[in-house]
């Protein structure tokens, strides 16, 4: 249960960082094609600006990515032997032993 809200965590971030990164790429190719314009209206600063806040998403989205990858394999090492600890400390359980 857990590991499924994990793993649909990370592959929802996934699909964001990847998004992010297309719009950052997008950003970047416009100003660079567009250096002339940028220059002659004096919008370098916009620019700047604006790839910047580009980057800092995508930065965020990329962390979010890597906390839910990093939780994941402690969690999953927590909560893993639960279940074989349930059936083996069960009453009449086929894992207890008849000593």
């Known amino acids: 249960m ?9 592959r929802r971030s996934a699909e964001n960082s990847q998004t992010r990164l297309g719009d950052l790429s997008q950003i970047l190719q416009e100003t ?5 314009v940028v ?13 910047g806040e580009a980057a800092k ?3 965020r989205e ?10 994941t394999g402690p969690l999953m090492d927590l909560l893993g032997p639960s279940p074989f600890r349930y059936f083996s400390c069960t009453p009449g359980s086929r894992f207890t032993s008849s000593a």
């Open 62 to 71: 990329n962390m979010r990515w890597v906390r839910a990858a990093v939780i």
């Open 57 to 59: 998403r995508l930065l």
């Open 39 to 51: 220059k002659a209206f004096g919008m370098e600063d916009f620019e700047i600006r604006k790839f």
């Open 32 to 36: 660079v094609s567009g250096n002339r």
């Open 2 to 10: 857990a590991d499924q809200q994990f793993g649909r965590k990370i």
